[in-house]
């Protein structure tokens, strides 16, 4: 079974700095996407980036990139120029390719805080 | 339209009550989700359609029913539930459940329910 983990609980930025969210996975497959999506407080749940695992160029979106190692199966999250709009829970997740009947698999999630 | 949406946004229910919640997608998506999330936990999968049938029932307790009247709407039918049962109520969309880029799912806000 594929899991997920995200090792810091919490973490914090001052705005405008730079932060990094930490995600490792396990899985046999070699066909599988992997997924930031953030949560703010009482707001609903975004897709902040996602990659694929054939891809060995890593994803970015404006501000936030990613570091992919296939080989260490690490999948962190660069939040550059931090915004207090960042602030939020960030789960990392895991989808299987082929027939995964749809199933993420979440981390635990890492409460970000940001400072101004 | 990118949206999905859920309502009621707010619900307090006492145990003996019977009520729903009614999500839709306008996207054409044909796998829809529903999710329950305690707080600062992550989304834990509860049911998944696929064109309008049940493909994944994760052992939820009968007195969750969901029901999928066409591809844009999902609803769960909460029927003599339970204190412990109260939590965000998540409902969510993708493409299709057949893997890979089609697990990027889409979440409605939620609705929180509290059951007294």
């Known amino acids: 079974a594929q899991t997920v983990t995200q090792s810091q609980p919490e973490m914090s930025v001052q705005e405008a700095e730079t932060v990094t969210l930490s995600c490792t996975y396990d899985?046999?497959?070699?066909?599988?996407?992997l997924f930031w999506y953030k949560q703010p407080p009482s707001r609903q749940m975004i897709l902040v980036i996602r990659?694929?695992?054939?891809?060995?160029q890593n994803a970015t979106e404006n501000r936030f990139s990613v570091n992919f190692q296939k080989a260490a199966k690490s999948f962190s999250l660069k939040i550059s120029d931090s915004q207090l709009g960042d602030a939020a829970m960030y789960f990392c997740?895991?989808?299987?390719?082929?027939?995964?009947?749809?199933?993420?698999?979440f981390g635990q999630g890492t409460i970000l805080t940001v400072h101004p | 339209d990118t949206e999905v949406t859920q309502t009621p946004k707010h619900l307090v229910m006492g145990m003996t009550n019977k009520k729903s919640l009614k999500c839709e997608q306008h996207?054409?998506?044909?796998?829809m989700y529903w999710y329950k999330q305690k707080a600062k936990k992550p989304p834990e999968l509860m049911f998944v359609?696929?064109?309008?049938?049940?493909?994944i029932n994760e052992s939820v307790p009968s007195r969750f029913s969901p029901e999928c009247p066409n591809s844009s709407l999902l609803n769960l039918h909460l029927h003599a539930l339970q204190p412990e049962d109260s939590a965000l109520y998540l409902c969510?969309?993708?493409?299709?459940?057949?893997?890979?880029?089609?697990?990027?799912?889409?979440f409605g806000p939620g609705t929180r329910l509290t059951v007294l």
């Open positions: 969510a969309s993708s493409q299709d459940i057949a893997g890979g880029s089609y697990n990027e799912q889409f």
């Open positions: 899985t046999s497959e070699s066909d599988y996407y």
């Open positions: 990659q694929e695992a054939y891809k060995q």
């Open positions: 997740a895991y989808g299987a390719g082929g027939t995964s009947y749809g199933k993420l698999t």
């Open positions: 996207m054409g998506h044909r796998a």
């Open positions: 359609y696929s064109y309008e049938k049940l493909s």
